[in-house]
């Protein structure tokens, strides 16, 4: 029972850092939006010009622009919820993270009530933690605690 305690003690004081995270950059994000100087577009690239249609357009350059191929389009297989779930977690292990990514957010979709929604939580946020986006990673960790606290990837 002790250890059952002491645990519960690690992940409650787990929780609070990620909540506190998370205040503090609503806070900065709040900061930098009030600072932003009126008249500034943040969707609008630097030396780029709104048209006439109000969207903006890149600045001209002599050097032309490379294209890049198109990604596969991701969809889920018309079998069960566990077939799916290894269908995005396969991307995840090959490391392709976006499709990874795509793949769990539609798993989340399709299977709301399926008993692997807390491990494609956990994939969710462990991949905003790799691409260096920490306040998505703390929301899905924390929506992981809060939903399934009895989650294995919880500990």
Do not use: C
């Not at 292990?93 to 979709?109: P, V």
Request: net charge negative; hydrophobic share 35%.
């Amino acid at each position: 029972i002790e250890e059952l305690e002491y645990r519960l003690r690690q992940q409650d004081q787990a929780m609070e850092m990620l909540r506190k995270e998370l205040d503090l950059q609503r806070q900065e994000a709040a900061q930098a939006q009030a600072s932003r100087p009126q008249g500034v577009n943040p969707a609008q690239p630097a030396g780029s010009t709104p048209n006439n249609s109000g969207l903006a357009t890149a600045p001209a350059t002599d050097t032309p622009t490379a294209t890049t191929p198109a990604k596969p389009t991701i969809e889920l297989p018309a079998g069960g919820a566990a077939e799916q779930y290894r269908y995005a977690f396969e991307f995840i292990r090959q490391n392709d993270l976006d499709s990874g990514f795509t793949a769990m957010e539609m798993f989340l979709k399709a299977n709301p009530g399926d008993d692997r929604v807390g491990s494609a939580k956990f994939w969710l946020g462990r991949i905003h933690l790799l691409k260096g986006r920490m306040p998505q990673a703390a929301q899905q960790l924390l929506a992981l605690i809060e939903e399934h606290p009895n989650h294995e990837k919880r500990v």
